[in-house]
């Protein structure tokens, strides 16, 4: 359906409620132009009959229900995004630009110096002198285990034999006199 | 004009909700459930006034607070949180009519008894018209049917000016258009409104 053109009149009527005064000019100009006047009374009784809508009440347990299904699905939020209590403030903090370009600053200097001790530690762990160094200088495992074994039960050579000779004397001495007494 | 019950303007001190905000920004979830309890009428009103449906708007209402709390981080407090999150509601409650196409039934509030005392309903039971014995809840259900011919857009503007009482410049602000769109929507979508209210308003 086609409505009538809004003209400049409607136009400030429009801002007015019904209830308002007009200025004296916006009057005057009413006061000649009946036609504007019928639009301007016909729209008011709309907008009176649509008052009528503030009285339809929710139930009583409309409100209540609401607020706790609001709060249960916040509370299901911030555990789902598993924020903690701290990562609000430091997002709000990160919207101000000298924070936010700070930021940037250290990150890429972190980057940086990441990026200068990665590029030093492989030429120790990779490089093919290193490794065949590693490997001539460790012993086959049975070498290893033997040596083991004898830090663990020495063989008797004569130079220890020689060392221990005159303590197990002295013993037998010492047990042979009490034994006499 | 007179407003029975004016759920809009009802004197929110501003400077409590920038504290909650703050609040709420901060983690305080405490906060954002004070911000939600203050507001939840206000638009629970403008939702169910352009679905005309309980359950839509009670899930919509829930939709909007929780968009709120997600993307509360972002908000500058440029404008007030009320028209923020009143923006946020309108933008929601157009996406939902505009994929539903009002193919939800009406399913309406109840109308509180002292509608019979309003100046608007006296005048109506009053005039000289065959239709002067039009019940209460026939009445309520032309209303709805009658906003529900309304584009989105200009249903959200007769909601929030002549239902909920919101200036011009501040609907503007909330629908991101000038107070003077926001009188030519109501002016068009007043024209249209009289011609399915004609039996009460002519």
């Known amino acids: 359906m086609k409505y009538p053109r809004m003209l400049p009149l409607d136009q400030e009527l429009i801002g007015y409620h019904d209830s308002q005064q007009w200025p004296e000019p916006l009057r005057q100009r009413i006061a000649a132009d009946p036609a504007a006047r019928e639009r301007w009374e016909c729209s008011c009784r ?3 009959l649509l008052t009528l809508k503030t009285y339809e009440r929710p139930d009583t347990q409309a409100a209540a229900r609401c607020r706790v299904a609001i709060r249960a699905a916040i509370d299901d939020v911030a555990a789902s995004s598993g924020r903690a209590a701290w990562a609000w403030p430091l997002s709000v903090h990160l919207l ?6 700070g930021a940037a600053a250290a990150l890429l200097v972190l980057l940086g110096v990441h990026v200068t001790t990665n590029s030093r530690l492989p030429a ?3 490089s093919p002198q290193t490794l065949q160094r590693t490997v001539v200088a460790t012993p086959p495992q049975e070498e290893r285990i033997a040596a083991s074994e004898e830090r663990a039960n020495p063989q008797m050579t004569p130079e220890i034999w020689s060392n221990l000779a005159p303590r197990v004397h002295q013993h037998d001495t010492f047990r042979l006199i009490g034994t006499d007494h | 004009m007179k407003r029975a019950t004016d759920q809009s303007n009802p004197a929110l001190p501003e400077a409590e909700d920038h504290t909650l905000v703050a609040r709420a920004q901060a983690g305080d979830v405490a906060a954002y459930d004070q911000l939600v309890q203050r507001h939840q009428a206000k638009i629970y009103g403008l ?6 449906n309980q359950q839509d708007a009670e899930d919509l209402v829930q939709e909007v607070f929780l968009k709120g709390f997600k993307v509360l981080k972002h908000f500058k407090g440029k404008s007030s949180f009320y028209t923020w999150i009143y923006r946020i509601a309108i933008n929601r409650t157009i996406n939902f009519i505009k994929k539903r196409r009002n193919r939800s039934a009406l399913s309406l509030n109840d109308m509180d008894s002292t509608v019979e005392n309003d100046p608007a ?5 009053a005039r000289e018209s065959p239709l002067r014995d039009v019940s209460l809840a ?4 032309k209303l709805n049917n009658a906003l529900r011919t309304l584009s989105e857009k200009h249903r959200a503007v007769v909601v929030l000016h002549d239902i909920q009482g919101i200036p011009h410049d501040e609907i503007g602000k909330m629908m991101n258009c000038s107070p003077g769109t926001v009188r030519s ?15 009460y308003v002519k």
């Not at chain 1, 101000?96 to 370009?101: H, I, T």
């Not at chain 2, 929507?185 to 039996?199: G, H, P």
């Open chain 2, 138 to 141: 026939e009445l309520q259900e």
């Open chain 1, 96 to 101: 101000n630009p000298a924070v936010r370009y």
């Open chain 1, 46 to 48: 709309v907008a009176r």
């Open chain 2, 185 to 199: 929507r109501l002016f068009y979508a007043r024209q249209q409104l009289q011609n399915e209210l004609a039996e």
């Open chain 1, 124 to 126: 120790i762990h990779t």
């Open chain 2, 47 to 52: 939702i169910y006034n352009m679905t005309s």
């Open chain 2, 121 to 125: 309903y006296v005048e109506l039971s």
